[in-house]
């Protein structure tokens, strides 16, 4: 079921504990303010298409990307990974299992075993 806010469709949601980790490694760059993640899929893994995440201090909203702000953060999504990540949720994984972001997305027919790509 697609992640909604105020009625509209958000492309990636975040966790709230995405959000920290997010704000975190932002701050080791030294980026305290406007703080935002741009999320695209790119082609590439070994399921055909990957997800590509860059913490950015710079969100100008533009005719080719999407920003949503969740948590604190602006989530920005461009007009061609947009299709793939309709729904999508990102969240971080501290456990016995691995670290880092997980993606949870609805598309994905098959993903790989480590989560970093998928195919639809």
Do not use: W
């Amino acid at each position: 079921m697609p992640i909604t806010q105020d009625g509209m469709v958000l492309t990636v949601a975040i966790s709230e504990k995405a959000a920290e980790k997010i704000k975190y490694f932002a701050s080791k760059d030294g980026i305290e303010e406007n703080v935002g993640v741009r999320v695209a899929v790119k082609g590439g893994g070994c399921s055909g298409l990957t997800y590509d995440l860059n913490i950015t201090g710079e969100v100008v909203e533009s005719e080719t990307e999407k920003v949503v702000e969740q948590h604190g953060v602006k989530v920005i999504v461009d007009k061609k990974s947009y299709i793939y990540l309709v729904g999508t949720e990102l969240d971080f994984s501290d456990g016995l299992n691995g670290k880092g972001f997980v993606f949870q997305n609805p598309n994905a027919k098959k993903a790989c075993g480590c989560g970093t790509s998928f195919s639809v």
